[in-house]
């Protein structure tokens, strides 16, 4: 194992490959890594950079359908969740923390993805609503013919309200 990076042609050589194993769909980004290593004989960090910028490549002018992207997403969580049973099997606890780990980074990086593909979604439903909406007296909504707010809860309130006897 050499400490050198490589000429910028090997290391093009060695993202490529990254790219050919991570297409076939058979490997992990870890197994990934270490078939690099197999075969180019380089460190882990150097091995783990080529397939950061092999992954980046691959989705670098890509575009998800929302479907498209659940069951990437979905694949991911399922594939952690089989190796957290590996490392459960194996009694590995610092193992089974560091997938739990992923496993909220993930779930964060999921809701943030969804609000960013909502957003426009919510701003055009938003704006048609704005279109639809009437005005009495410069309070929207909230006024009724006789221009006066009652809340639902006012009669009831009312009620209660006058003395019995």
Request: glycine content about 4%.
């Amino acid at each position: 194992m050499t400490n050198t990076k490589g000429t910028n042609a090997e290391v093009e050589e060695r993202i490529q490959y990254a790219v050919e194993l991570l297409l076939t769909n058979k490997y992990s980004n870890r197994q990934v890594v270490l078939e690099l290593q197999q075969k180019y004989k380089k460190s882990l960090q150097t091995h783990r950079g080529d397939v950061r910028e092999a992954n980046a490549k691959l989705h670098k002018d890509s575009r998800f359908t929302t479907e498209e992207l659940q069951y990437y997403i979905k694949d991911q969580l399922d594939g952690l969740t089989e190796a957290y049973q590996i490392a459960k099997e194996s009694k590995n606890v610092s193992w089974m923390i560091g997938i739990e780990k992923v496993k909220n980074q993930a779930i964060n990086n999921i809701i943030k993805i969804n609000v960013q593909l909502e957003e426009p979604i919510a701003w055009q439903n938003a704006q048609d609503n704005e279109a639809k909406r009437q005005s009495f007296g410069g309070i929207d909504r909230l006024e009724k013919e006789d221009h006066l707010y009652v809340h639902p809860w006012y009669e009831e309130c009312k009620k209660q309200d006058e003395l019995p006897f």
